[in-house]
């Protein structure tokens, strides 16, 4: 049974901070991994998402990495901004499951 | 591109009454999922239509359903609305049958049970 972890759950950086964000999954035949964001009271906005074959994908200044060996993904955000707080929730696809599990996300707080 | 549409934004019910939230997807898409967020449960899988079939379905009980219909818009249907069916009730909906294909949020329908 897929288990999706994330860490920390929340996080507060004064601007301008590269930040990293964790999370884990305990079955690593997924199909890919989606990383969202939520803000508060609304609903989820997909930021990136990574195919089980792709390494990472990057947009902007956002860059998610996928090991799927190792059961980790990572979402780096570089000089981050205060329009940057929220909820950001990874979710894994796993194979034979047709539904994506998430995580119970990382609250940031970005301080101007 | 008009993005994934639901209604309404909020619904207030008592127990025991019946409750209808319904999504719109984005044009396009042919599946529709639905998920619940429970307040200190985290979002968790509902069901996923596609093609106006039920695909699967997550660890709810029966009184959860839904539909879709022949232009892919879906409702979701809780009879018999408990204390605890309170939440924000999320449309996503992608391309087709969703393996490889990211997931498009609406803003979701937040119910509440008096």
């Known amino acids: 049974k897929q288990e999706v972890t994330q860490i920390p759950a929340a996080l507060s950086v004064p601007e301008g901070e590269n930040l990293v964000l964790n999370c884990s999954f305990t079955d690593s035949a997924i199909y890919n991994l989606q990383w969202f964001r939520q803000d508060p009271g609304k609903g989820l906005t997909s930021l990136l998402l990574i195919q089980s074959s792709q390494r990472e994908q990057t947009s902007g200044r956002l860059n998610a990495s996928l090991d799927k060996s190792s059961g980790r993904s990572t979402l780096y955000i570089a000089a981050s901004q205060p329009g940057d707080s929220a909820t950001y929730l990874c979710a894994a696809y796993t194979s034979g499951t047709y539904k994506y599990i998430f995580g119970t996300g990382t609250r940031l707080k970005v301080l101007a | 591109e008009a993005g994934v549409t639901q209604s309404p934004t909020h619904l207030i019910k008592t127990r025991g009454q019946q409750a209808t939230l319904r999504c719109s997807p984005i044009s396009g898409h042919t599946s529709v999922y639905w998920y619940q967020q429970a307040l200190g449960l985290g979002l968790q899988f509902l069901l996923w239509?596609?093609?106006?079939?039920?695909?699967n379905r997550g660890n709810f009980p029966p009184r959860f359903s839904g539909r879709q219909f022949p232009n892919y818009s879906s409702e979701l249907n809780v009879n018999a609305l408990e204390l605890e069916d309170s939440a924000l009730y999320l449309c996503?909906?992608?391309?087709?049958?969703?393996?490889?294909?990211?997931?498009?949020f609406g803003d979701g329908t937040r119910l509440s049970i008096l």
């Open positions: 239509y596609d093609e106006g079939e039920e695909r």
């Open positions: 996503a909906s992608s391309r087709w049958q969703g393996s490889n294909q990211p997931q498009h």
